[in-house]
């Protein structure tokens, strides 16, 4: 059935990581031609042509990436938050996105309640809601943005769990959508804005995030009275100090040639998939490592058992076949080679963000599609700081 249904996004995702990849690769082979006197031998127009085509690619990744959000397949990061902060924090860029007929008003509420949630995927989600404000005000207006702390006990309300929530609710005096498209408004791709102005995601991702989140979303709009969109965030409590604590590799700062390999420096790579394995090897020899592969666990301990290689650094996918799952060869790989530093890869993490999540919160993720740029620094940073805790 999977045919006839097409195929799932962590699929999609390895299609747009070879296609990406390669492209990358071939851009930088092309500049290197085009410095040295191969380049009057060069079509002209083509590294033009595979930027195109590599910005395209980003916005498809983009797209599954929503996608994921909505289903609540993706995988969160999450970490206490303080949402008034990140309000402020976004003033600036709010008011750029909406700007000079419109006008941005703030009530946040003193000492709000922080939050569990993913910083990333909740200001994506506050622009969404921004820009759909704008796009619903072509005439100028204003916006609200406003934070309380609220306790919901309403058992009638089946989405709704009873608790200590923080709120963030934001209102426009917009155009305002008719009654009988309120209840498709979170189905991803309906839009109500004209063809080729929006991907009808926006709203979609919003409701995937929240629920993810253990929290809930209520929109309410009236014909020529505006939209107020409010969002429902469980109140965090910390019970232990290092709890929330994420590790991304996309947080770091952008890497720069220091992130090439030392001499001699070796990842072990396991991919089933023997596209995106193929084009692994070729970027990370590229960068200058020696590549050891392997398309499954089992053989991936095989290597590493021969012990004639060291390997500085495994990089996995999250997904594998030969009944050993990334997770679990991360654990033994460790078991072996205690101190080994693992990257782990994937286009969909199964039951990303809840309790049977087999990735420890401080694993190191590193999200298909990803730029060759990212791969790079992701690898130098977890060999550097691995070395860094072997000498302390």
């Known amino acids: 059935?999977?045919?006839?249904?097409?195929?799932?996004?962590?699929?999609?995702?390895?299609?747009?990581?070879?296609?990406?990849?390669?492209?990358?690769?071939?851009?930088?082979?092309?500049?290197l031609a085009e410095?040295?006197?191969?380049?009057?031998?060069?079509?002209?127009?083509?590294?033009?042509?595979?930027?195109?085509?590599?910005?395209?690619?980003?916005?498809?990744?983009?797209?599954?990436?929503?996608?994921?959000?909505?289903?609540r397949m993706q995988r969160l990061e999450?970490?206490?938050?303080?949402?008034?902060?990140?309000?402020?924090?976004?003033?600036?860029?709010?008011?750029?996105?909406?700007?000079?007929?419109?006008?941005?008003?703030?009530?946040?509420?003193?000492?709000?309640?922080?939050?569990?949630?993913?910083?990333?995927?909740?200001?994506?989600?506050?622009?969404?809601?921004?820009?759909?404000?704008?796009?619903a005000m072509p005439d100028g207006g204003s916006l609200t943005i406003e934070t309380a702390n609220v306790e919901l006990a309403d058992p009638s309300a089946e989405d709704v769990a009873p608790g200590q929530?923080?709120?963030?609710?934001?209102?426009d005096t917009g155009r305002g959508i008719p009654q009988e498209l309120m209840d498709k408004l979170f189905e991803p791709f309906f839009t109500t804005k004209e063809v080729g102005t929006g991907s009808g995601l926006g709203l979609s991702m919003v409701y995937g995030f929240v629920k993810q989140s253990r929290g809930h979303v209520r929109l309410h709009s009236e014909v020529g009275a505006g939209t107020s969109v409010r969002i429902h965030l469980p109140r965090f409590v910390s019970t232990d100090a290092g709890e929330g604590a994420t590790a991304t590799a996309e947080a770091e700062s952008?890497?720069?040639?220091?992130?090439?390999?030392?001499?001699?420096?070796?990842?072990?790579?396991?991919?089933?998939?023997?596209?995106?394995?193929?084009?692994?090897?070729?970027?990370?020899?590229?960068?200058?490592?020696?590549?050891?592969?392997?398309?499954?666990?089992?053989s991936a301990l095989r290597l590493l058992e021969g012990g004639a290689t060291c390997v500085d650094l495994l990089f996995t996918d999250v997904v594998l076949p030969g009944g050993m799952s990334g997770p679990e060869l991360g654990a033994a790989s460790s078991a072996r080679r205690p101190g080994l530093p693992v990257l782990f890869t994937?286009?969909?993490?199964?039951?990303?963000?809840?309790?049977?999540?087999?990735?420890?919160?401080?694993?190191?993720?590193?999200?298909?599609?990803?730029?060759?740029?990212?791969?790079?620094?992701?690898?130098?940073?977890?060999?550097?700081?691995?070395?860094?805790?072997?000498?302390?």
């Open 1 to 31: 059935m999977r045919d006839a249904q097409g195929p799932p996004p962590h699929d999609f995702n390895n299609i747009l990581q070879v296609i990406m990849g390669n492209l990358e690769i071939a851009r930088f082979k092309l500049q």
């Open 78 to 135: 999450p970490a206490s938050l303080d949402v008034n902060a990140l309000i402020s924090d976004m003033q600036d860029m709010i008011a750029r996105t909406l700007g000079e007929t419109i006008d941005v008003k703030a009530s946040l509420a003193p000492a709000l309640w922080p939050v569990f949630a993913d910083r990333n995927q909740l200001e994506s989600a506050l622009l969404n809601l921004v820009v759909n404000a704008r796009d």
């Open 346 to 392: 994937s286009g969909y993490t199964g039951k990303a963000g809840g309790k049977d999540d087999p990735l420890r919160s401080d694993a190191r993720m590193l999200r298909k599609p990803y730029a060759l740029e990212t791969l790079a620094g992701a690898i130098r940073l977890a060999i550097d700081r691995a070395g860094s805790r072997r000498s302390a």
């Open 35 to 71: 410095r040295g006197d191969s380049a009057s031998a060069l079509p002209e127009g083509v590294v033009k042509t595979i930027e195109t085509a590599q910005r395209a690619s980003r916005s498809a990744g983009q797209l599954v990436q929503r996608m994921l959000v909505f289903s």
């Open 165 to 171: 929530y923080a709120m963030m609710n934001v209102s």
């Open 254 to 298: 952008p890497p720069t040639e220091s992130s090439r390999a030392r001499e001699g420096e070796t990842v072990l790579l396991v991919e089933d998939n023997e596209h995106v394995r193929t084009l692994g090897v070729s970027a990370l020899e590229n960068l200058g490592y020696q590549v050891l592969e392997g398309a499954h666990g089992p």
